[in-house]
């Protein structure tokens, strides 16, 4: 594989991994009344409260993944990220009762910032090094 092709391929899939994250976002959007149900909760406001939760471990610390992703490998933080994901996704999908499932989305949103800034900064080198090689050919 060339460099210019594997730089594609890695744009390409830093812009899935962006979209997921924000599929992930509102994926739970549709399954409230069900989430409701299953965990026996009183009213709706505690069903989106696990929206919020999720959102507020997304947000809060994305200054500190930013300098966490400019200071570590990013491979080992994408996986870090995928691993998160997982676990927050399975754990909700699990969740016997309503403090699990607000873990499980702190989790899941904790895997949203590690992704978004780490894919971003993957994406910026990336795009960097195509449009240098673009520049170059052209002169």
Do not use: K
Request: proline content about 4%; overall charge positive.
């Amino acid at each position: 594989m060339t460099p210019h092709t594997h730089r594609r391929r890695v744009l390409r899939l830093c812009g899935m991994l962006h979209g997921l994250t924000h599929v992930y976002h509102v994926a739970l959007l549709p399954l409230f009344l069900l989430i409701q149900h299953d965990l026996h909760l009183g009213s709706l406001p505690e069903v989106t409260l696990l929206q919020t939760v999720m959102m507020i471990a997304y947000f809060a610390p994305s200054y500190f993944a930013g300098m966490l992703a400019d200071r570590m490998d990013r491979r080992t933080l994408l996986g870090c990220g995928l691993a998160l994901n997982a676990a927050g996704f399975i754990g909700m999908s699990l969740a016997p009762n309503y403090a699990w499932a607000v873990c499980s989305m702190l989790i899941a949103g904790l895997r949203a910032l590690v992704l978004a800034s780490t894919a971003g900064l993957v994406f910026l080198h990336h795009m960097g090094q195509l449009r240098r090689n673009a520049e170059a050919s052209q002169t």
